[in-house]
């Protein structure tokens, strides 16, 4: 929690000091939550399983802070953990959002701050954290401070100039930390009522703390940090074509230099058309970015998706299937434990190389079966390519859960997830299979 320390207390002192100046409206609400969580294969293997019955205690708070020039939004949860079996060690564990803007002066000059501390995957391709407590997992946090200039031109045109810095750290040896400084210029202008405008141009500076080289050639092994530099340009439009309705599409081009080598230039893209009426949404998307993988200098994530989503009676219903393929824009680096950041025993990859691709499907559902009980149903499959030969290519998870509202600021949740590995669809051998059974009660202060 040092950079939380170090950055983000401070600013939020500052907001929550002005409370007293502008009259804001400042909401605290505090909770207490127990959680039994049992599951019968905590290190998800398919050779050495073992059972774990964790207890969790979950004190958390959350803020919301509303003033004529500033606000705050802040959640907060710390977590105790006890292991019963003893497959990992007994821990404290933080989960924090922090958003918040302080007006500097009135709507002119502007300050957004952010912060996220949070459990995640370290496999940026396949996230593990809805089925597991802590298996292949990392805690992250990112602190971001972006002091803008709002630019008013009439009541059509709007443009942002500001800086940008934030702060990356991992807390796990497999974790790349990194610094991240810039600046950025956002212009927007409604040329007709339903059609809108946006040019963008954005300029980062980005070093990596101390990462492990290796020569495969000679054997070499040398630590340096890593810094890399990128412009990027792009343009886009959004149409309502009907009431909640869009059109929209964002086209760009980026050059990623970095310190070592030659650099990079690529096409990016956001864009998408959606469909939507009192009961059903249906939206098609395609998007081109930068993920944010915590054992890779830089990789680009590109995803196709096509959902559909439906109000019922007395529920949802949805579903979703999408391709992505993620391209090692630099996987040169190594971990300060020797391995590999782009895979384990093997060279790494030319940058701009296929690391991995997979397709998703998802299939989502909510009823009200009382006034104070619902239950929801959410069952996900996908195939992702191997990047080790160890690697499980199809994946399935499922999640059913009950809620029962106890009372006005009362909850309780049972929930049974199952998760499975194979080689092969259809065929149990050497695959991972495991259970879980979790029961927790909220209570709001």
Known sequence: MKAVARYMLPAVFLLLSRTALWGGELRFVPSLGVTEDMTDNANESATNKKSEFLTVIRPGVGINYLAPNSTLDL?????????LNGTSRDEFTHTMAVAGTIGVIGQFLKVDVSDTFSRVSIDVARDTTAESSSYAQTDENIVTVSPYLDWRFGEKSELKTGARYSDLRYWSADGIDRREAGGFAEYTRQLTP????????????TRTEKLAFHDWTTGATWFTPVTYYNNDVSAGLKYEYSDRSFLYGTAGYSWQHFSYRPGMQHYFWDAGITKQSDSTLVALESKSRYAEDPISVSMRQITHSFRVERL????????????SKYEAADTAGFGTD???ISAVGVPPEQPGSLDREGVTIQLTGTRELSPRLTS?????????SRRLAADYPYHLYA??????LLGPRSTADLSYTYAAYRNHPGSGEGGVDVNRVVVQFKRFF
């Open 75 to 83: 959640a907060y949860r710390l977590d105790y953990r006890n292991y």
């Open 312 to 323: 019922l009676a007395r529920g949802t219903a949805g579903g979703s299937v999408s391709y």
């Open 338 to 340: 020797g391995i590999s």
């Open 376 to 384: 929801s149903l959410t069952v996900t499959g996908d195939r992702i």
């Open 399 to 404: 999640i059913a859960t009950l809620n029962y």
């Open 194 to 205: 339903p059609l809108g405008l946006t040019l963008r141009y954005d300029y980062n500076r």
